[in-house]
């Protein structure tokens, strides 16, 4: 078995699956794995599954929706042979009411047989494809979580859920984001092209060294923020529809899935 420290960008998803229901891997899952698609997860009771999936869809770029389970069932087939949900990330939030009430390596003391788990893009995916260009990420070289933060920006509202829009940011020299706007354009999957440049402030961001998830990473003097849409702003949309229940995954701890990146970039 792979140890923990044996992971990295050359891991497989299922490596990074069976460190997390293991109980090893615990922390955030950007820099590994880069052949392999890693999503955002969202649960929620099947009574609300249908109004979820419409907001998503009314919001494809912070909600881009990659799988849907059957209800009850914590396997995903389409996205690992080998693959639990309930066990398989390395960090659950549990939400009542609004409000999150636990924060869990596993799952499976809730897991209820009504439960519809929902699978979005993340932007940690095409993060290999921009250092395969030879653009740095900071957060990588600091060995940090990605900063994320919320914005002014509405989403696109359906019944209960609405909100928001969250961003992630990466500090990068002009010309790599002119370059990173027509790489990640092509994988609309993992929230495609940035949303914004530069400017936090007309976006509703005050600080950049202190984003409200993740961690606070150097930006040079030479450098610009660059900002994409992000699978947390799901989070958003649950809390001010405030479930009875639900469950997402922590920011930055993905799942990591037997998907291929290079299957996901549109030619």
């Known amino acids: 078995m792979t140890s923990l420290n044996d992971l990295n960008e050359r891991s497989s998803g299922l490596d990074v699956r069976l460190a997390a229901r293991s109980g090893r891997l615990r922390g955030h899952t950007s820099g590994l794995a880069s052949e392999y698609v890693q999503t955002n997860c969202v649960i929620v009771p099947k009574a609300h599954a249908s109004d979820f999936l419409a907001y998503c869809w009314r919001n494809p770029i912070p909600c881009p929706v990659l799988a849907v389970s059957d209800a009850g069932n914590p396997a995903l087939p389409s996205c690992g042979a080998d693959l639990d949900i309930r066990t398989d990330i390395p960090s659950y939030r549990v939400w009542r009411s609004g409000e999150m009430v636990d924060e869990v390596p596993d799952i499976m003391s ?59 940011m990466r500090p990068m020299r002009p010309a790599d984001a002119i370059r990173a706007v027509q790489i990640t354009s092509r994988t609309p999957m993992v929230h495609g092209a940035p949303i914004h440049l530069a400017h936090a402030h007309s976006i509703g961001i005050q600080d950049l060294a202190a984003p409200d998830y993740g961690d606070a990473v150097d930006i040079h003097a030479d450098e610009i923020p660059v900002f994409w849409g992000c699978g947390v702003t799901p ?33």
Not at 257 to 263: R, V
């Open 110 to 168: 809730y897991w209820r047989l009504d439960l519809v788990t929902f699978l979005l893009g993340c932007s940690f995916s095409f993060e290999h494809a921009l250092l395969a260009e030879g653009i740095k990420l900071r957060h990588v070289e600091q060995k940090k979580n990605v900063s994320m933060f919320r914005t002014n920006i509405e989403t696109t509202p359906f019944g209960p859920f609405g909100g928001n829009m969250v961003v992630t």
């Open 235 to 267: 989070q958003v949309a649950l809390l001010q529809a405030k479930l009875d229940f639900c469950i997402t995954h922590s920011p930055g701890c993905m799942l990591v899935t037997d998907m291929l990146n290079k299957d996901i970039v549109e030619q």
